[in-house]
């Protein structure tokens, strides 16, 4: 690693921390600087997802007091169900040979953004007609589980629409059972990847750091900026990314 690219990772680190301070998608930052680092890809998920998890980690302390049962269901069943899940989805890309993960990372990514551009206004509209009980929510939270091990980019919007699905919960009391599920997928990948050495520190020390300087700067920059700001920058990365990616793969 040389100046110049310990400075990309972590400007990248910064630039991720304060995306998913503001909105989520931070993985829209610093997966591609991995990539272009010349990290393979399934290492360069590894990486990040590791390198993201002190930010997970701050913010879930930060709502510790407002942990409550979720649609009837205890927050530490729910946390136990990420956990596992999270430890299946990121041993399932251990296995998953890079030019496999290759092809994958643009579907994942256009996944992810649209989540994050519709999941919210989609997740209104259902919660008019139909709402969750605790056995569909321990369902998704498995899934949810699962794939935010494998991947993560947008699990956070995720999180928010489905628990949208669930009687009598305001928006405001999502923040705190989803800033805990996310710190615990990302604790329980971050196992996996690290006891199974995928993860590369000389790119992902400086990453992280930068992370935690950019959830700082984010939580700051969030109370000078608009929603629609913070929404229109946060489109913008991720519709760029997902574009770049499938040409990569498939140009």
Request: glycine content about 14%.
């Amino acid at each position: 690693m040389t100046v110049q690219t310990i400075t990309l990772a972590a400007a990248a680190g910064i630039f991720g921390g304060a995306m998913n301070a503001l909105a989520g998608g931070g993985t829209f930052a610093t997966l591609p600087a991995l990539i272009a680092l010349g990290l393979p890809a399934n290492a360069a998920n590894a990486t990040s997802n590791v390198s993201l998890l002190p930010g997970a980690a701050t913010s879930a302390w930060a709502f510790r007091d407002e942990l409550r049962p979720l649609g009837g269901v205890d927050v530490r069943l729910l946390a136990a169900i990420t956990f596992v899940g999270s430890l299946a989805g990121s041993l399932l890309l251990v296995s998953t040979p890079t030019h496999v993960f290759d092809l994958m990372i643009p579907w994942l990514l256009l996944t992810a953004a649209l989540v994050i551009a519709f999941g919210p206004r989609a997740a209104a509209g259902l919660h008019r007609i139909v709402t969750i009980g605790p056995r569909s929510l321990i369902f998704g939270q498995a899934l949810l589980g699962i794939y935010g091990g494998y991947f993560g980019g947008g699990v956070g919007m995720m999180l928010t629409a489905t628990y949208g699905l669930l009687a009598h919960i305001t928006p405001r009391a999502l923040f705190a059972p989803r800033t805990l599920m996310l710190a615990v997928a990302n604790a329980a990948a971050s196992i996996v990847f690290v006891t199974t050495g995928l993860v590369r520190w000389d790119a992902g020390v400086p990453m992280l750091v930068g992370a935690v300087l950019g959830g700082w700067l984010g939580a700051k920059l969030g109370k000078r900026l608009t929603p629609g700001m913070v929404r229109g920058w946060t489109l913008a990365v991720t519709s760029v990314t997902t574009i770049v990616f499938f040409v990569r793969a498939y140009g």
